[in-house]
């Protein structure tokens, strides 16, 4: 979800996870962010208000909970973009095996 590399040392990738967090979060981050959404419109189905998320597990920190909402849903959209990315290459290699020519008199698909 992060794109960083696997580490060995859990507790220095932890590390890494909260320095490139922090580097996201910045002021300058989340005004460079607001600038490229600005003018944006959107559904209301579009927004959902985090208070109406699962998480699945509690914290007790209401703050880092709802921080792990936040990750859960950007790893949950991530999977998402995933999927469809999957859909399209299969589609494409359906278009190149498939034969859709057809011989009406002999009753067969792909002659």
């Given amino acids: 979800m992060f794109q960083l590399p696997s580490h ?3 507790v220095l990738l932890f590390k890494a996870i909260g320095i490139l967090i922090e580097e996201r979060l910045s002021p300058e981050a989340i005004a460079k962010a607001q600038q490229e959404t600005k003018g944006q419109t959107f559904k209301s189905g579009d927004l959902i208000p985090l208070s109406k998320v699962e998480l699945g597990f509690t914290v007790s920190d209401p703050v880092l909970n709802d921080a792990a909402k936040v990750l859960r849903l950007l790893h949950v959209a991530e999977l998402r973009n995933l999927q469809t990315k999957i859909n399209e290459i299969i589609v494409a290699v359906q278009k190149l095996t498939a034969n859709p020519k057809t ?4 009753g067969k698909v792909g002659v």
């Fill in 8 to 10: 060995a040392d859990h």
């Fill in 103 to 106: 011989d009406q008199r002999l």
